[in-house]
């Protein structure tokens, strides 16, 4: 038992000092001590302009989802409706072809047809 108080007490000395397994600095000075509360405090400006940096980016972030989740919302709106058959207005045009040439038609020699009557109407 002797032997494992005294393994107990050397572990205590070499701990001595130590937090969380790293060293405690103990400033020995007024100089030292400022010097410190100056980085520390240059440290939290700095985590006060990131956080506010950081902030902004996630009330823009959450700005973009709600737009995001309205569009989502509605499309899936529009979808759900049903939609109106749709009928053409008017019938597609036919372009005409220019590979049959049109016949020419002439009227002076009617006669020539038979049973035609050129007075009746």
Same mark, same amino acid.
């Given at each position: 038992?002797?032997?494992? #108080? #005294?393994?107990?007490?050397? =572990?205590?000395?070499?701990?001595? %000092?130590?937090?969380? %397994?790293?060293?405690?600095?103990?400033?020995?000075?007024?100089?030292?001590?400022?010097? /410190?509360?100056?980085?520390? &405090?240059? =440290?939290?400006?700095?985590?006060?302009?990131?956080?506010? &940096?950081? /902030?902004?980016?996630? &009330?823009?972030?959450?700005?973009?989802?709600?737009?995001?989740?309205?569009?989502?919302?509605? #499309?899936? *709106?529009?979808?759900?409706?049903? +939609?109106?058959? $749709? $009928?053409? #207005? &008017?019938?597609?045009?036919?372009?005409?072809?220019?590979?049959?040439?049109?016949?020419?038609?002439?009227?002076?020699?009617? +006669? *020539?047809?038979? %049973?035609?009557?050129? $007075?009746?109407?």
């Amino acid at each position: 038992m002797a032997r494992a #108080t #005294t393994v107990l007490a050397k =572990a205590r000395k070499r701990n001595v %000092g130590r937090i969380g %397994g790293a060293t405690k600095i103990l400033p020995t000075s007024k100089e030292e001590l400022r010097a /410190r509360i100056e980085k520390l &405090e240059r =440290a939290n400006a700095n985590l006060r302009i990131k956080n506010k &940096e950081f /902030r902004r980016l996630a &009330e823009d972030a959450a700005e973009r989802l709600e737009s995001l989740q309205t569009q989502i919302e509605s #499309t899936a *709106a529009k979808l759900a409706r049903p +939609s109106p058959v $749709t $009928t053409p #207005t &008017e019938p597609a045009r036919k372009r005409p072809s220019a590979k049959v040439p049109k016949a020419v038609v002439n009227h002076e020699d009617d +006669s *020539a047809i038979d %049973g035609f009557d050129s $007075t009746a109407s």
